[in-house]
């Protein structure tokens, strides 16, 4: 683990393996540990898992919150790193800061995956029963209220297999997000949308989602390759919104097939 600071805030990354790199945004409150089976299993590439702003060990911003400025820090960190250009994956909210950083500085971004994600507020809803437990930080503290809560929110193979749940609560509970984290992160989200301008993204880029997202409608993935001019879209048969987390090894072969075709 190591840290750098960024505009006045502490940033904790990690880098893992050898190859082209792949930088790594998870969603919102998770902390890069929540990434590293997805990561272990991209045997290819020299994964960059990174805490954004507000998330696991790095610090909240005091000023303003904005997708713009989580992107700025990810080019900061690319800088740190000295990588010119790199692909990039984006999981849930990590997906917003994906499509504003391939907005933001097309020249720094190869290729895109973007994951169980959507537009922002312009997104076709899921169920919408799930969105007070989304609120609610508790999932990053209580592995006891994970597993109550965590099937209805996040579907697939949770449903199917609690101790997913169980696996993934000790992860949580070594970074959790702070109160002011969560909600810097969730208001950064505020009023943004995507709709206007991905039809000017350059890279080519891969869309998936899951058939059973009970947060992010398979709807969302379909328009998100329908407005991205070099865009396809994959279902995840079967898969919730933690498919890249639940299916480590299923999404890997998916997203190195496809940064590794010419």
């Known amino acids: 683990m190591s840290y750098l600071d960024s505009g006045g805030t502490r940033i904790r990354y990690t880098t893992t ?5 792949l930088l ?14 997805f990561c272990a299993a991209l045997t290819r590439r020299l994964t960059i898992a990174w805490d954004a702003p507000g998330a696991g060990d790095s610090e909240t911003p005091r000023s303003r919150p904005s997708l713009r400025r989580v992107a700025d820090a990810a ?22 800061v994906t499509q504003e950083l391939a907005r933001r500085h097309p020249s720094r971004v190869r290729r895109l995956v973007l994951a169980a994600t959507g537009t922002g507020w312009t997104s076709i809803p899921g169920d919408v029963r799930v969105l007070p ?14 597993e109550v ?28 997000p702070t109160s002011a984290g969560y909600w810097w992160q969730l208001t950064a989200t505020a009023g943004w949308t995507s709709v206007t301008w991905l039809h000017r993204l350059p890279q080519r880029t891969l869309v ?7 947060i992010s409608h398979p709807a969302n993935g379909r328009l998100l390759a329908r407005l991205i001019p070099h865009a396809t879209f994959t279902v995840i048969e079967g898969g919730g919104h933690l498919f890249a987390i639940t299916r480590p090894e299923e999404t890997a072969r998916i997203v190195e097939d496809f940064l590794s075709t010419p």
């Open 17 to 21: 393996g050898t190859g082209p790199a």
């Open 24 to 37: 790594v945004n998870s969603g919102i409150g998770a902390s890069l540990e929540l990434t590293q089976p």
């Open 75 to 96: 080019v900061h960190l690319l800088d740190e790193l000295c990588h010119e250009q790199v692909d990039v994956i984006g999981i849930s909210w990590g997906g917003l």
């Open 133 to 146: 437990i989304l609120l609610n930080t508790r999932r990053y503290t209580s592995p006891s209220f994970l």
């Open 149 to 176: 809560v965590g099937p209805r929110l996040y579907g697939g193979d949770v449903r199917r297999d609690p101790e997913l749940l169980r696996r993934q609560g000790t992860l949580r509970l070594l970074h959790p």
């Open 208 to 214: 998936l989602g899951g058939d059973d997202d009970p």
